[in-house]
């Protein structure tokens, strides 16, 4: 445990642009803490002892601020920054090396039984907010913009950002990681519904109050 402590601090110093001191990282990351409370977790929940694992996934949420099931499997040096309100469903798959800011769900579309949460291979980056939901697979070295919501596999090394998530406009899936928010409204196809809800907002209001006008004048 303490080895696996020093080997996520070590990310944590190295990806934090913070650049935080070691009592800060091992004391004040509420996700290295929930990371570490999960292992404890799925060694109980592997073994059958299920309703222990429950017990110290909730007491990890409660110190935390972040849900991991226990039945998720997490790969080495995950890196939760901020964490909180961030949940991770049961059949979630992991690798080593994924990002995931505060905000984040993997989590699933189905009730029904077996595999139905999300697998992050190694290098994934995941913004705050975004959604990634049902069993889909998010590539090696993708990056998931903030506020994106995922329901379809996302190629390896591919950037996706918006309602549905999409490449940005132009891209060859190459482009900037997002992870606090969307570089303009153009790539963000939630911006351009809203600006044109606003659009059509004034032309009502103009229409209305010429109608207002004219009957105030009268015949």
């Known amino acids: 445990m303490i080895r696996e402590a020093l080997e996520i601090g070590r990310s944590i110093r190295a990806r934090d642009p913070a650049q935080p001191s070691w009592p800060e990282t091992i004391f004040c990351y509420a996700g290295l803490h929930a990371v570490l409370w999960h292992r404890l977790a799925h060694w109980l929940w592997r073994r059958g002892w299920r309703g222990a694992g429950r017990l110290v996934s909730h007491l990890s949420r409660f110190l935390t601020g972040i849900e991991i099931h226990p039945g998720a499997q997490i790969g080495q040096r995950l890196f939760i920054d901020h964490g909180m309100g961030v949940v991770i469903g049961e059949t979630a798959e ?19 039984p077996g595999k139905r949460h999300p697998t992050i291979e190694a290098g994934v980056s995941i913004g705050a907010g975004a959604q990634v939901l049902g069993p889909i697979t998010v590539g090696k070295g ?12 996302v190629p390896a090394e591919c950037t996706v ?12 899936c190459a482009g900037p990681f997002l992870g606090y928010g ?7 196809p939630v911006g351009d519904q809203i600006a044109a809800l606003r659009a059509e907002g004034v032309g009502l209001r103009a229409r209305l109050a010429e109608l207002e006008k004219q009957k105030a004048d009268g015949p």
Do not use: C, F, K, W
């Not at 969307?182 to 963000?188: F, K, Q, R, Y």
């Open 161 to 172: 950002v918006g309602i549905p998530a999409r490449p940005p406009a132009g891209s060859i």
């Open 142 to 153: 993708a990056r998931i913009g903030a506020n994106a919501v995922v329901t379809r596999d």
């Open 182 to 188: 969307l570089s303009n409204t153009e790539d963000d």
């Open 94 to 112: 992991i690798a080593d090396d994924v990002l995931i800011y505060h905000g984040v769900t993997l989590g699933g579309l189905s009730g029904s």
